[in-house]
């Protein structure tokens, strides 16, 4: 399918001016939906045959399915850099390591060291 599509007609891109701004990249006029897939399909056969092929990853988040192209240099990178996935787990990593430092078995257990010695012996 994507090869189908990346043999059609793609969009044509043109250099249109606009003031404050300069020279920008914009589409022709005869932009279709059919144009706009092909050009897509293009892209994603470049992507996957293209110098950094190896470099692409799913997201390593369990609710994620996002594809990226890790360029940091160990290659080794489990999120985009920007998205949903990489904030949320910023977010969730000081807060479980603080509901664990809180968490009541762990606060007897610190009880029970400091009366006792060690947790777990005792009567």
């Known amino acids: 399918m994507v090869n189908e599509r990346a043999a059609r007609e ?3 891109a043109r250099i249109d001016v606009v003031v404050g701004a ?3 990249r914009a589409w022709a006029p005869c932009a279709t939906g ?10 994603a056969v470049d992507l996957f ?6 470099r692409i990853r799913e997201c390593g ?4 399915y996002l594809l990226f ?6 290659g080794r990178r489990r999120w985009p850099a920007r998205g949903n996935a990489a904030e949320t ?19 007897a257990e ?10 777990g012996e005792g009567s």
């Open 61 to 64: 988040s369990h609710d994620c």
């Open 22 to 24: 300069g020279a920008v």
């Open 49 to 54: 045959t293209g110098p950094y092929a190896h």
């Open 89 to 107: 787990a910023t977010r969730r990593a000081p807060t479980a390591s603080a509901a664990a430092r809180a968490s009541p078995r762990r606060t």
């Open 34 to 43: 059919d144009r706009l897939l092909s050009t897509v399909a293009r892209d």
């Open 10 to 12: 793609p969009l044509a």
């Open 110 to 119: 610190r009880r029970l060291v400091r009366c006792c010695g060690r947790a």
């Open 69 to 74: 192209v890790d360029t940091s240099r160990p």
